[in-house]
């Protein structure tokens, strides 16, 4: 069963580096191990054969030299900040006490809600399981739709980056 865990960070907040970039500009290839591969996505299911078959070879390449890369383009950035908006919405327009209602009670409840209060900072954590059955709070009411829709994208890339490989 899958469990996903989205903090509430802006993804702008994000800097993706890497070595691998697309398409056909060898001078972008690197060989400084210090940066992660970053794989375009979109780039896997091209229609030009010759530019499918490059990053192809370089997720590959990726996979073999470093066992893990930066994937950019795969889900949507409006789906993405869409779903962002959707958790501070739940962080913003539910009180302690609605949110208490997915607090953790058994390592096997679909939707759990974590809260750390201390004098120096106060950390709140949401799991929503969304694979194999979708679970998710009922508030706000945008919430269930805006990231069902996440998780589906998210589902179709694991998909297509299984088939790729």
């Known amino acids: 069963m ?3 865990v989205v903090a509430g960070i802006p993804t702008s907040d994000f800097k993706i580096t890497g070595t691998l970039h697309y398409p056909h500009d060898e001078s ?10 970053t794989v375009d996505y979109s780039l896997l299911y091209s229609n030009d054969l010759d530019q499918r078959a490059e990053v192809l070879q370089h997720l590959a390449k990726a996979c073999e030299d470093y066992g893990f890369f930066n994937l950019i383009n795969g889900v949507p950035e409006d789906v993405v900040a869409g779903a962002l908006k959707a958790l501070s919405d739940f ?14 009670k058994n390592p096997t409840d679909r939707v759990r809600w974590f809260s750390n209060y201390n004098t120096e900072e106060n950390r709140e954590c949401l799991k929503v399981v969304s694979h194999p059955q979708y679970h998710c709070p009922s508030k706000p009411a945008h919430l269930r739709e805006t990231l069902g829709e996440y998780f589906k994208r998210s589902h179709e890339v694991e998909l297509g980056l299984a088939r790729a490989l």
């Open 2 to 4: 899958a469990e996903t």
């Open 28 to 37: 972008l290839i690197k060989s400084d191990r210090d940066e992660t591969p």
């Open 91 to 104: 962080f913003d327009q539910t009180t302690l006490d609605e949110r208490g209602e997915y607090k953790k």
